[in-house]
């Protein structure tokens, strides 16, 4: 088996074990209302995982993707897609952009079209999306494939340092690195890591999620209920200080001072 089989093959068995552990269907769900006409939503698994944050224009958003409404099982298959085909890549850029990909990929797919029939015929081809290399004046820089129209092939590159996308471009499909040359040449994880490595991502996603920032607590609340209460340092030296202060007092008005 050549490595590019192998590679094929690993994708595969990860893409059917992904979707096997997957929680479905997701959800939509609007966030406050933004200015300037804009609308950010999530979709968000049966367990509250937000699988996909989205801003978009108010108008975009209603027609695509409605409030409360579900989201197709095909936008579904096109993240685990992509998450199967990413994580056998041991790539730095790649494996940068993993948790770009559990959120944001279906955001770069409306730079291409706002329409919802369009989105979903762009999701539902399996060929698509893959992670490849492509040649801008004369560099080639790591980029996710999208689509192709009449030999033209949507992308977006991703940055090597951060893993972030940059903006969509159209680029002649001969821009594009030999796939099969290109998988060929790169060390292959097993499914077993692979499979690893969406996990570590997914759990790196939801401990992320369920991160909480409590409000600082008042000087009451301290007082009132101090076990419950935390302060920060200035606070804490503050009150230290007004108790020792008043201890003091009491002390001397005791003795008559």
């Known amino acids: 088996m050549s490595n590019y089989e192998h590679y094929q093959s690993t994708v595969e068995q990860v893409y059917r074990a992904s979707m096997r552990k997957v929680a479905k269907p997701w959800h939509i769900e609007y ?3 933004m200015e300037n006409c804009q609308q950010a939503l999530k979709f968000v698994s049966p367990k509250g995982t937000i699988c996909q944050r989205l801003t978009l224009p108010t108008s975009s958003a209603q027609l695509c993707w409605p409030n409360q409404g579900n989201v197709s099982q095909h936008i579904t298959d096109f993240v685990v897609r992509g998450a199967a085909r990413l994580a ?32 979903l015929d762009i999701v539902s081809n399996v060929h698509f999306p893959f992670p490849s290399q492509v040649n801008i004046e004369g560099n080639y820089l790591p980029c996710w494939v999208w689509s192709e129209d009449q030999g033209y092939m949507a992308v977006s590159v991703v940055d090597r340092r951060t893993g972030r996308f940059a903006g969509v471009r159209h680029v002649e499909s001969g821009q ?33 999620q369920k991160k909480v920032e409590f409000a600082e607590p008042t000087l009451a609340d301290a007082i009132n209920n101090p076990c419950a209460a935390t302060l920060g340092p200035v606070a804490s030296v503050a009150l230290t200080m007004a108790v020792v202060a008043g201890f003091f007092i009491t002390f001397k008005w005791l003795l008559g001072f």
Request: charge should be negative.
């Open 31 to 33: 966030l406050p209302s």
């Open 88 to 119: 056998p890549l041991r790539q730095s850029a790649f494996r940068n952009n993993f948790p770009y990909w559990l959120e944001t990929c279906i955001q770069q797919l409306h730079s291409l079209c706002d329409a919802k029939e369009k989105l």
């Open 176 to 208: 594009l690195i030999d796939q099969e040359r290109w998988l060929g040449a790169q060390v292959i994880d097993s499914v077993e890591e692979s499979i690893d490595t969406i996990d570590h991502y997914v759990n790196e996603l939801i401990q992320s």
